[in-house]
């Protein structure tokens, strides 16, 4: 006996931690299916010349599951980089933005080599976790056979935690030698987390008559937020276009994009956006946002992206519905998007849109909690294409039913205009459901 507890009162407590154990597993291996992908294949065939793919299970968080990988980027290409601006960024992050300005410097142009873990984010992990990063960009130069200044570290997963750097060096010569230009699909899962199917994306569009390729893989599923969301981001061409103009082309797309997605207003440590140009596509090169073609590759580009950023956002931590939030009739973009950003991150307003309650006066809440320039009685407030508010108040064709039937669908528009200027911007954001809590409340269990 101990503490007045006898041998029966132990194997009851033994049971019932063995029985929260087993719903936590459950929990895990559940894959709801998802009816905001039900219709979404991933691109197996994606290829882009002069780029190739390897994955292996390195064990960091499961013994079965791919969780690193590696990117192979030909001599000559182009990179451009954007990175999170959490001021508790992880050391992967910090050498990207290190190695990125250093190649600006030194004009570097040989082959680059992208390594990537999932299962351990490698952040606030102090000096062991810069030599961890380190020790695998020594050992990628080495075996890929590229500068170490072309090497870029990615890493996902939790924070506060030693990434094991022996399991990721003993892996690193069998994924450089096991590189092909057909394996996307495995770079996809190795870096997925919470995520629920990898994310992929291609394309191809003619300009200028040369026919253009653009593939991407990004993961994400929570501690998302616009600035960036919790993600990393892959994203491929075949353009030839100089790396001053690709770093501009990235930032812009990814301001429309990765910048504008939201699903639980948290800001991620690790945030990695890569984007490389092979220059394979002969006979088209971009030195000048003012050629031909270039606005054709950027609408492509950004196309691109947002497909994967919407795909990010359906596979949000618990969601059910997809909500895009568009915000017009602001005197600037930037209070536009302030504005949108209020109203997707705002807990009320998707609690609301979970249990499928048209409560518009939480957007009413959100509009004026943002702080931005509006006109109270010249807001007005639509799901989708019913009128809801205007002239400060509800508007005389509105109903309660009609507000409730819309709200049963899978995806939603939120459309507010503010009634003091011509701008406007678009979130795109998800509910939050039980499922959410239940998630990240056994996230390390």
């Not at 399991?167 to 899962?189: F, R, T, V």
């Not at 026919?211 to 993961?219: P, R, Y």
């Not at 100089?242 to 699903?263: A, G, M, P």
Request: hydrophobic content about 40%; aromatic content about 6%.
């Amino acid at each position: 006996e101990h503490k007045g507890m006898s041998m029966d009162d132990f194997s009851i407590e033994q049971k019932i931690e063995d029985l929260e154990n087993q719903l936590r597993e459950l929990r895990k291996s559940l894959k709801k299916s998802n009816p905001l992908v039900s219709d979404y294949i991933f691109p197996q065939t994606a290829m882009i010349e002069g780029v190739k793919f390897s994955s292996i299970n390195a064990n960091i968080k499961s013994k079965e599951k791919l969780d690193l990988t590696l990117i192979e980027i030909m001599e000559g290409s182009s990179i451009a980089g954007v990175f999170t601006k959490s001021e508790t960024r992880s050391s992967p992050v910090r050498w990207c933005e290190k190695v990125l300005a250093m190649r600006r410097e030194a004009s570097l142009s040989g082959k680059v080599g992208i390594l990537i873990n999932s299962g351990n984010a490698n952040t606030f992990t102090g000096k062991i976790g810069e030599k961890t990063v380190m020790d695998s960009v020594a050992s990628v130069s080495k075996y890929l056979g590229c500068e170490k200044n072309n090497v870029f570290i990615a890493s996902t997963g939790v924070i506060g935690e030693v990434l094991p750097s022996e399991k990721i060096m003993a892996k690193i010569p069998a994924l450089c030698k096991n590189l092909s230009s057909s394996d996307i699909a495995g770079s996809a899962q190795a870096i997925m987390t919470t995520d629920t199917f990898p994310k992929g994306f291609y394309s191809t569009v003619t300009i200028e008559g040369v026919k253009v390729s653009i593939a991407g893989i990004a993961k994400g599923s929570g501690m998302i937020a616009p600035d960036m969301a919790t993600m990393l981001g892959f994203v491929f061409t075949d353009i030839s276009i100089d790396e001053d103009l690709l770093q501009k082309t990235l930032s812009d797309s990814v301001d429309k994009t990765f910048n504008s997605i939201s699903v639980d207003s948290d800001m991620s440590t690790s945030d990695t956006v890569i984007l490389a140009a092979t220059g394979r596509a002969s006979g088209l090169h971009f030195s000048s946002a003012q050629d031909k073609g270039y606005d054709e590759f950027s609408y492509a580009l950004i196309s691109a992206m947002k497909a994967l950023s919407h795909l990010i956002v359906k596979d949000g931590e618990g969601a059910t519905k997809f909500v895009k939030v568009k915000v017009s009739g602001a005197d600037t973009y930037a209070s536009a998007k302030i504005v949108s950003k209020s109203i997707a991150n705002s807990p009320l307003v998707k609690t609301a849109i979970s249990g499928e309650d048209p409560n518009w006066g939480r957007i009413i809440m959100a509009i004026g909690k943002s702080g931005e320039k509006i006109n109270r009685d010249r807001i007005t407030v639509k799901f989708g294409k019913i009128l809801v508010a205007e002239n400060g108040w509800v508007a005389p064709s509105y109903s309660e039913e009609l507000g409730a039937s819309y709200m049963k669908n899978d995806e939603l528009e939120i459309n507010v205009d503010l009634g003091v200027g011509n701008q406007s911007a678009t979130c795109y954001t998800c509910d939050f459901s039980h499922d959410y809590i239940s998630i990240n409340a056994d996230y390390r269990s």
